[in-house]
């Protein structure tokens, strides 16, 4: 199968005739052998039933059917365990991602070699409001990556089928994919700029005001992940055995410069008047719970069960 284009939505019942028939007329267009995935994340209006009857008219669509509403990254994630297609397309349901620029991107994974493609809307449609958090949040997603992306966030992108199978989408990592794909293993991503549509039906089901204060806290997430991850007692050991050490010596000293002034005879208060005998107190109680976290860190990592398991109502073809 030379395609799987995954599509996660949440009550789009409006655009989803409109984007399949888009979406099939590029697909024979280009003689590509395909199969369209629909993920319903718990939708309250008629999505699934518009679905069922798509799958009707088409053998080559898929659906999976939550049984609340979880998220993107769980859509996603459990499209990816399905994909068959030699390359894999990720798109919105919203019409604001068009289906004619995946021949582009289909030929940067074939031809090109690339691992993965990221779309960039240039020109958006979007408010002030959310454009200027979005340059911002994207800045920092490029400097702690270390990936050269100007939209990490978009939802139309392109991957070998290898890529999907090899990371794992939770939480609300989907806007991370391209930081996951690196982590795994995969160098070659690109990206390519992409037309942005208007929202053409209702609005935004996914994420609110606060998915760019919770994006800062799943940046730094990964990156301590893609650091310590699989090794917490890197980081929480070194660290806790450091701040021990530096407490254990200060407490030393101030000992021994109250021994040294009894045998000198010279008058010296008690060592627990001085305030930096608690703080290096503190620094030694601090220390040992830092270590005992990496401890218990390095437990749970080598004994974590699986993340992703969710609820799911109905499935269609796969």
């Known amino acids: 199968m030379d395609i799987s284009v995954v599509i996660p939505l949440y009550n789009e019942e409006e655009s989803l005739g409109e984007l399949y028939n888009w979406l099939a007329r590029v697909m024979h267009e280009n003689n590509f052998s395909y199969e369209i995935i629909f993920v319903d994340d718990g939708s309250t209006d008629n999505s699934w039933k518009k679905i069922c009857e798509l799958k009707k008219a088409d053998d080559?669509?898929?659906?999976?059917?939550?049984?609340?509403?979880?998220g993107k990254s769980p859509a996603l994630h459990s499209a990816f365990q399905?994909?068959?297609?030699?390359?894999?397309?990720?798109?919105d349901a919203d019409m604001q991602d068009s289906p004619d620029e995946i021949p582009a991107l289909y030929r940067m994974i074939k031809d090109e070699g690339y691992d993965m493609v990221s779309g960039w809307k240039k020109k958006r449609y979007d408010p002030l409001s959310k454009?200027?958090?979005?340059?911002?949040?994207?800045?920092?997603?490029?400097?702690?990556?270390?990936?050269?992306?100007?939209?990490?966030?978009?939802?139309l992108k392109a991957y070998r089928n290898v890529v999907?199978?090899?990371?794992e989408v939770y939480n609300d990592m989907h806007r991370y994919i391209p930081y996951l794909a690196k982590i795994a293993g995969f160098k070659k991503i690109g990206e390519k700029a992409v037309q942005h549509r208007a929202r053409k039906y209702g609005k935004t089901k996914f994420g609110g005001i606060n998915r760019f204060f919770n994006g800062y806290l799943d940046l730094?997430?990964?990156?301590?992940?893609?650091?310590?991850?699989?090794?917490?007692?890197?980081?929480?050991?070194?660290?806790?055995?450091?701040?021990?050490?530096?407490?254990?010596?200060?407490?030393?000293?101030l000992g021994a410069k109250k021994l040294y002034s009894m045998?000198?005879?010279?008058?010296?208060?008690?060592v627990t008047n001085s305030p930096y005998f608690y703080i290096s107190l503190t620094m030694m109680i601090l220390g040992t719970q830092l270590?005992?976290?990496?401890?218990?860190?390095?437990?749970?990592?080598?004994?974590?069960?699986?993340?992703?398991t969710y609820k799911i109502e109905e499935e269609l073809g796969v």
């Open 60 to 70: 080559n669509i898929k659906a999976i059917r939550f049984r609340r509403n979880y």
């Open 220 to 253: 730094l997430t990964l990156w301590f992940l893609s650091k310590f991850g699989r090794k917490p007692m890197h980081f929480f050991g070194f660290l806790g055995s450091l701040m021990f050490l530096i407490g254990l010596l200060a407490v030393i000293m």
């Open 164 to 167: 999907i199978k090899n990371i």
């Open 291 to 308: 270590f005992l976290v990496g401890f218990l860190g390095e437990l749970i990592s080598r004994n974590a069960s699986e993340r992703n």
């Open 131 to 155: 454009t200027l958090p979005t340059k911002l949040f994207n800045a920092t997603a490029r400097k702690v990556s270390g990936i050269k992306l100007h939209d990490f966030n978009c939802g």
């Open 82 to 91: 399905r994909a068959m297609g030699d390359i894999v397309i990720t798109m």
């Open 263 to 270: 045998h000198m005879g010279v008058p010296h208060p008690l």
